[in-house]
């Protein structure tokens, strides 16, 4: 029988109050998960919806739960980063918005995977199972060095050195095989107060190093804005700094104007504006959302609109 509970959809209020601007069109849901977001949108417009996802089982699910939605709903088993080749494929040369609901599914953490430290199963953390890399493959193969500059660089972690190197003692005696042993490991260097802090980060990063996430989300933002129709909308719902970083910074370059040194006179750069940002700062959960949904907490909300076609 098909999961319906484990999905609720963040700040589902607010995505659609920025999302949609049009009652028909095409909408891209480029990280559909379970679908929540999407059927709302189906619900309030006649547009059509095409949905992404890596995972062929949150594939299943998110189709199961669009079912009565027909022809308005196609959902394909591949990454966002490829929405532009995906939609030219099908003939869609723009679309009404974009939407991004980031990181790790609450399906994914509650199914196993190895997304979590609070079970104990074998270290994977591929959304994508047809990938070769799993999160034990670093920890097992790469340098002291390479595992340190993974825990820094995407989960912001200080430890990271001293972490990586009880990670290298470690395996010199054994392989490092499931979520349990990098737990242990972990609190070897890292005291109580600090401990799930700690453990969040690291787990946070290994799965964004094994899924590439923000690479795909550069490459995923840069062909939404190609494929955007003038008065389209990109919306992205982001959980950690990292991600929320690079979409403000993509928002604003997309923003500027002219970049030429004052004392240039005339423009010889070129550069034009394209989008006008929508929400000046980033959109957060109210206290009665996160007390229904605890992982919407940490959830940002940016969008903006384009207001130029390119070329």
């Known amino acids: 029988m098909m999961e319906k509970t484990f999905h609720i959809p963040v700040l589902l209020e607010e995505t659609m109050k920025y999302l949609?601007?049009?009652?028909?069109?095409?909408?891209v849901d480029g990280t559909i998960g379970a679908g929540g977001h999407s059927e709302e949108i189906l619900k309030r417009t006649n547009a059509k919806v095409i949905g992404f996802d890596i995972d062929p089982k949150i594939v299943k699910i998110a189709q199961e739960r669009l079912k009565n939605y027909g022809d308005r709903v196609l959902i394909l088993n591949r990454n966002y980063a490829s929405v532009k080749e995906s939609l030219k494929e099908l003939g869609i040369e723009k679309i009404s918005g974009f939407l991004l609901d980031l990181g790790v599914s609450s399906y994914q953490l509650d199914q196993g995977g190895g997304f979590s430290y609070r079970f104990d199963e074998k270290l994977d953390m591929r959304m994508d199972r047809s990938s070769d890399l799993t999160a034990s493959d670093i920890l097992n193969e790469s340098s002291e060095k390479e595992i340190a500059d993974i825990i820094f660089k995407f989960g912001e972690e200080p430890k990271a050195k001293i972490i990586a190197r009880e990670i290298i003692r470690y395996r010199q005696r054994k392989r490092i095989e499931t979520t349990g042993e990098l737990v242990k490991i972990i609190d070897k260097v890292v005291g109580k107060k600090y401990r799930l802090k700690v453990l969040a980060r690291v787990f946070q990063s290994l799965r964004i190093a094994?899924?590439?996430?923000?690479?795909?989300?550069?490459?995923?933002?840069?062909?939404?804005?190609?494929?955007?129709?003038?008065?389209?909308?990109?919306?992205?719902?982001?959980?950690?700094?990292?991600?929320?970083?690079?979409?403000?910074?993509?928002?604003k370059s997309n923003e500027k104007k002219c970049i030429c040194p004052p004392d240039v006179g005339e423009c010889k750069c070129g550069k034009v504006q394209v989008v006008k940002i929508l929400t000046k700062k980033p959109i957060t959960p109210k206290e009665d959302e996160i007390s229904l949904n605890p992982r919407a907490r940490s959830a940002k909300l940016r969008a903006c609109e384009k207001i130029l076609e390119l070329e």
Do not use: C, P, Q, W
């Not at 949609?20 to 095409?26: E, H, P, Q, W």
């Not at 933002?221 to 910074?249: F, M, P, T």
């Open 210 to 251: 094994v899924n590439k996430e923000l690479d795909n989300l550069k490459m995923g933002l840069e062909s939404a804005i190609d494929v955007l129709e003038k008065g389209g909308r990109i919306v992205v719902i982001s959980y950690h700094s990292l991600e929320d970083r690079i979409v403000k910074n993509f928002f």
């Open 20 to 27: 949609i601007t049009r009652n028909d069109g095409i909408y």
